[in-house]
């Protein structure tokens, strides 16, 4: 049974409205490389990787933790990571006490080490939490990376920040599925090159 041309035009339409970002991403391609080489030297240094985003978001850091953690690929090591959207309880303990914008920027300074890796997940690089997050991390040494959308000038400050330059929502959760998943692929890389051993 053959599609309609209604049908194949909304398909090829759907497809524009990602090309831009598809294409963006791969220009970065240097910039996702560095952001994996340091991640690499962190996690030999025995860092952990925290990350945290809001709805959708802390699903995809939920996502990227288990990546980490529990590798698809048989034969690759396992990384200490964690998604600090995971435990409803200490979410809405603090969130009542002190307010939803210093969820995590609470449980960053209550576990969060130097050698860690902090990584923010906002689609439109606006939220609140996310910026006192990253904040917190930076001030206490901590490696900040951040997958962001919109506009660059709105995303919170990091070492490393992967924007994604547009406004649906659906492109951009994509190319952030698509980042996340070459972060831990490239992380992968560089330990092998260099070894898991932490650094001297």
Not at 48 to 65: E, R, T, Y
Not at 155 to 183: F, G, I, Q, R, S
Request: proline share 4%; hydrophobic share 45%.
């Amino acid at each position: 049974m053959s599609s309609s041309p209604a049908g194949e035009a909304a398909v090829h339409r759907a497809f524009a409205r990602r090309e831009a970002a598809a294409q963006h991403l791969a220009d970065t391609a240097g910039q996702v490389a560095a952001v994996c080489r340091d991640m690499a030297a962190r996690f030999r240094r025995g860092g952990k990787l925290i990350v945290f985003g809001n709805g959708g978001s802390a699903a995809d850091a939920s996502h990227l933790a288990v990546e980490f953690m529990h590798p698809v690929m048989v034969g690759k090591p396992a990384l200490p990571a964690v998604a600090l959207g995971n435990d409803s309880a200490t979410l809405s303990g603090i969130g009542a006490r002190e307010g939803f914008a210093g969820v995590f920027e609470h449980q960053l300074r209550a576990f969060a080490d130097s050698e860690d890796i902090a990584l923010g997940i906002s689609p439109d690089g606006r939220c609140r939490n996310v910026h006192r997050g990253l904040a917190a991390a930076r001030q206490l040494g901590l490696l900040t990376v951040v997958l962001s959308g919109g506009l660059t000038e709105e995303a919170p400050a990091a070492d490393h920040l992967l924007v994604v330059p547009a406004t649906d929502p659906l492109a951009v959760k994509e190319m952030h599925m698509t980042t996340y998943h070459m972060l831990w692929e490239l992380v992968q890389v560089f330990l092998e090159q260099y070894g898991t051993e932490p650094l001297a």
